[in-house]
């Protein structure tokens, strides 16, 4: 178990040869109150700067569609008659039908019968059936930074095309090929956005970097951005965050930091090297076997022309 925020604190000044306080946050001494910031920005860097196991985080969350009818008419962006428009929202869900644009976002809700738009329709369709799905998907309140490579179709067992580039993107979105079997993806505007519409609930997985690194009394995982209890532990291991509370102490009062800089930046490279350890390296590495191959198929047997 780590330790507190306040024996940090006391560890700290104990090592300075300053004043130790009996409670840290929601203390009013000028000295403590700084101390306080400080290793507050001592954990927020460090969550920043490396990837962390402990701040990983595996996301999972369904792609959301609506398969339904409704009734367009040829210039109007209005779809009326439809049975139920529970669930659909402005801004994040689009549609795709008969006389209906790609890229198309509902622009209004208006009714639990009718949606309306951004683009007019360009057909007149009684009964027309209309496929709704979500393409901004909001991150979780704790998201910081993705985790590279590590988007799947987990219900189709393939990876999803992504991070698109802007161009790459509107190409996309925008030109005469729209659509293909794989989920493609981009940040942009604070949401997960996939393309093309989905006509499935198929399960997405990634992993991303919390902004979180401060533990609440008696949590085992982060869930605080900062420490706000003397209570309140932290990820990081003691020895870094005491240093790291040194160094930017001294710096902050204009002092000396050659040597504790260098404590600090060996405590970071050993916490990093042995967070998440590492494989063994082969000083012969050989490829990966195949499935299918010389050594493992029959002499015989292939069947008839």
Not at 25 to 42: E, M
Not at 73 to 100: E, F, K, M, R, Y
Not at 126 to 136: D, M, P
Not at 245 to 263: H, Q
Request: glycine share 10%.
């Amino acid at each position: 178990m780590s330790s507190t925020v306040l024996s940090l604190v006391q560890q700290a000044t104990g090592e300075m040869g300053l004043a130790v306080p009996t409670y840290v946050c929601g203390n009013p001494a000028q000295d403590t109150v700084q101390q306080l910031a400080l290793i507050n920005a001592v954990g927020n860097e460090l969550q920043r700067q490396y990837v962390w196991q402990h701040s990983t985080v595996q996301y999972r969350f369904n792609t959301e569609y609506l398969l339904t009818t409704g009734d367009t008419i040829n210039g109007s962006p209005v779809i009326t008659n439809i049975p139920d428009t529970t669930g659909l929202q402005a801004g994040t869900w689009q549609a795709t039908g008969t006389g209906i644009n790609f890229n198309v976002e509902i622009l209004t809700v208006d009714s639990p019968t009718q949606v309306t738009m951004a683009q007019p329709c360009t057909q007149t369709v009684a009964g027309n059936t209309i496929n709704f799905g979500r393409t901004k998907y909001v991150m979780p309140t704790n998201y910081d930074r993705p985790v590279d490579g590590t988007n799947w179709d987990v219900t189709r067992h393939w990876k999803i095309i992504g991070p698109l580039t802007a161009q790459q993107w509107e190409f996309l979105i925008s030109g005469w090929i729209a659509t293909g079997p794989v989920i493609n993806w981009r940040l942009l505007g604070g949401y997960f956005q996939i393309w093309p519409v989905q006509t499935s609930a198929d399960l997405l997985g990634l992993e991303y970097i919390s902004n979180q690194w401060a533990n609440s009394a008696g949590s085992f995982a982060p869930d605080k951005q900062f420490f706000t209890a003397d209570t309140d532990t932290c990820s990081f291991p003691d020895r870094l965050m005491v240093l790291g509370l040194k160094k930017k102490y001294f710096e902050a009062k204009g002092f000396d930091t050659t040597a504790l800089s260098k404590d600090y930046q060996s405590q970071i490279d050993i916490a990093f090297a042995n967070d998440q350890g590492s494989g063994t390296l082969s000083m012969a590495p050989r490829g990966r076997g195949r499935l299918i191959g010389w050594n493992n198929i029959p002499d015989s047997g292939y069947g008839q022309r």
